[in-house]
């Protein structure tokens, strides 16, 4: 089990960037997936990102591609979204979540994760 922090969330306008942090406490993060969810106004949480334990492969969803890129960090226990070019639908409680594997199938669904960060919020004003 891992401990998850999210910090950089904050209002932005549109088009402006921003980066989130995920620090981790605990042991092995290097051995855990992680991935990012949010969760706008009103609306179900959604997948935004996620990257492998090792950090060698990625995914995202179609909204964010091109726009945002994630990173693992595991010297620093930290997994990072850089968004830029943000848009007032990107408007969310932003969300980190990690799971103990190895194997390279990117983890896209909330259940698939074990542990849970608190959430930031990102506000994109028009």
């Known amino acids: 089990q891992v401990q998850l922090v999210e910090s950089g969330g904050g209002l932005v306008q549109a088009g402006g960037s921003l980066r989130l942090s995920c620090a981790a406490s605990?042991?092995?993060?290097?051995?855990?997936?992680v991935g990012w969810f949010r969760q706008p106004p009103g609306k179900d949480h959604e997948f935004v990102a996620a990257?492998?334990?090792?950090?060698?492969?990625?995914d995202y969803a179609d909204s964010v591609k091109g726009r945002f890129t994630i990173s693992k960090d595991n010297a620093k226990n930290t997994v990072y979204l850089q968004m830029d070019s943000l848009k007032p639908e990107d408007t969310a409680v932003y969300y980190c979540?990690?799971?103990?594997?190895?194997?390279?199938?990117?983890?896209?669904?909330?259940?698939?994760?074990?542990?849970w960060g608190q959430g930031t919020q990102v506000t994109v004003s028009s």
């Open positions: 605990g042991r092995a993060f290097s051995a855990y997936a």
């Open positions: 979540a990690a799971k103990n594997w190895q194997l390279l199938f990117i983890l896209r669904s909330r259940a698939q994760y074990d542990d």
């Open positions: 990257i492998s334990a090792g950090g060698g492969r990625t």
